[in-house]
């Protein structure tokens, strides 16, 4: 398969599956201490992937008080909600995004706390997280773990130790993800790399995550246009512009949204001669319940994305890494 | 100045002012009874009014319990922290948005009341509000209304009489701002009608509006394709796209997040060559005190942007009423 190294994705789940251990023991100890409320805090991506916790959340049904913040607003505008009692947690791939250090020092002026996920040893989050988890490629399983544990603890998610019992069989899963999305990606990325402009419609749990898809991968890595739109809200304007040749990804997960899917699918296809839908349920999850599936829908997406990404990075010899303006410019 | 009525504009402004009374009323009582919490809901452009609320509230340093949903995500996943003892709080102009009736009736079947302002009489939402506020272009006066008083009564917004006291000046107001920015709006629209593809950032109270101009008007109204992206999340994706010849609309307002916007403003000027700022600073607002002028950025831009509406509408010879899918195909 092209440019594939399986050994390097198990790898980096299966360094998410350690950190769990780690993370529990951390959100145990908060727990333990009490909290007022938590802060889920960052910035493009990192508020992206934060978001998709938020749904995930809303429908366990669970009442945990937390709160998103972008940190470049929570440095501008601050939160009234915030205070010494509150927990930030934030992950942070790169552990030196501008806004997210100043977010954290704000926090720790406040006398906050702050749990970090950062990948990059010796860096100002890596040295300033009150508790640091650190491994590389596994940032999902840091928030599943954060999330999860803190509706656990409220009593608010009684399958805990099941839904942890089986993510360990997600290493194996995002392998055979990569290996089965592999034809389909290549023949989105044949058929649309020089797509002038790329509409993505998520749902749920993949909301922000087609948002975090169509902005970090696609408008940052591949310089490609894009206009990532809800599957709720598309049909209350962004609709009109839809026609014949224009390209949508569809972005099916599992959760209880997946209904309002269905409709824009119905939609687009009676419209557009370009439409690829991207469904989760395309994918085994070996060992996992039936009832986990939707919550894991932004993990098996990322995986068949991930060769979407390695197929675009090929056709349009784009390098992923390029940036012209990102950390080059002074701005 | 080019289909204009002036009378119309200040009467719809006027019959904002004429709701707050009877807003104010319904407030109190609602105060008076005792509630858990606040939801406001709305789909599109609905939801993208109140959320500029949200942000208002935060930036007052208010932390009165109110929950921003998405109608058609609270159809099918609820809210764990709703119930009987919530109070849901809808704007329709058109009073029979399928998404936004639907979430009154599932309100009403958990024993939730419904504060509604509505624009059409007969309509479902008109029916079934418990407390109806109807009037013609009254729309923010009833969400200002609202959210004000909840923090007034609160104890968290003293300068309620005073806001109140002036804001019965911005119906004359706004008719000098359509007035002051009708060049500005032709130049634009006389430049950009025709452009493949429009960003727009935005920030504060002005991120949702930015998106709604872009997606309920220049998408749905006109058409036109379109990108909206937060000033803070722009920095983090979006910028990579940015070249010579891509047309920027800067919304920026005088809000606490108006740095933001100035970073945004100094980089897309580095870019592009299309970059077309408007900002609230540039119109007085007689009678209106200084410290109001950020969280009355929305009604500034709104009057502005009214008329780059009339020009792009006039230029592309696309009246702003045609639709060719919503809600004249079944989907």
């Known amino acids: 398969m092209f440019n594939f190294n399986e050994e390097a994705v198990r790898k980096e789940h299966e360094n998410g599956v350690s950190i769990i251990a780690e993370t529990q023991r951390v959100v145990d100890k908060i727990c333990g201490e009490g909290y007022k409320n938590i802060f889920y805090i960052g910035i493009g991506g990192t508020l992206l992937y934060a978001g998709q916790m938020m749904h995930i959340v809303k429908e366990a049904g669970s009442t945990i008080p937390l709160f998103l913040e972008n940190a470049a607003d929570f440095c501008l505008v601050g939160n009234p909600h915030f205070g010494k009692d509150s927990v930030v947690v934030i992950a942070s791939i790169s552990g030196d995004t501008k806004e997210v250090v100043e977010a954290v020092h704000k926090a720790h002026a406040a006398g906050a706390r702050v749990v970090g996920y950062v990948e990059k040893e010796g860096t100002p989050l890596y040295e300033h997280s009150d508790d640091l988890i650190t491994t590389v490629g596994g940032e999902y399983y840091f928030w599943y773990t954060v999330t999860l544990r803190l509706m656990a603890n409220a009593g608010q998610f009684p399958q805990y130790d099941k839904f942890m019992t089986e993510i360990v069989h997600m290493p194996e899963n995002v392998v ?5 999305s592999d ?3 290549k023949e989105y990325a044949d058929k649309y790399c020089d797509a002038e402009l790329t509409y993505l419609i998520g749902s749920g749990n993949l909301e922000d995550w087609a948002v975090c898809y169509g902005m970090c991968i696609m408008e940052e890595m591949q310089w490609m246009r894009t206009r990532p739109i809800s599957a709720a809200n598309f049909f209350h304007g962004t609709l009109e512009v839809v026609e014949r040749d224009i390209p949508v990804i569809l972005i099916k997960g599992e959760d209880k949204t997946r209904p309002q899917m269905e409709r824009a699918e119905k939609f687009v296809n009676t419209i557009s001669a ?49 940036r012209r303006y990102y950390r080059r410019l002074d701005y």
Chains 1, 2 share one sequence.
Request: zero cysteines; hydrophobic letters at 40%.
């Open 176 to 180: 055979e993800i990569y290996k089965k």
């Open 183 to 185: 034809a389909k990606a």
């Open 274 to 322: 370009n439409v690829t839908v991207f469904d989760t349920k395309d994918y085994e999850l070996k060992g996992i319940s039936d009832e986990f599936r939707g919550m894991l829908s932004p993990i098996v997406m990322r995986s068949a994305f991930q060769r979407v990404s390695v197929h675009l990075e090929h056709n349009r010899r784009h390098p992923l890494a390029i």
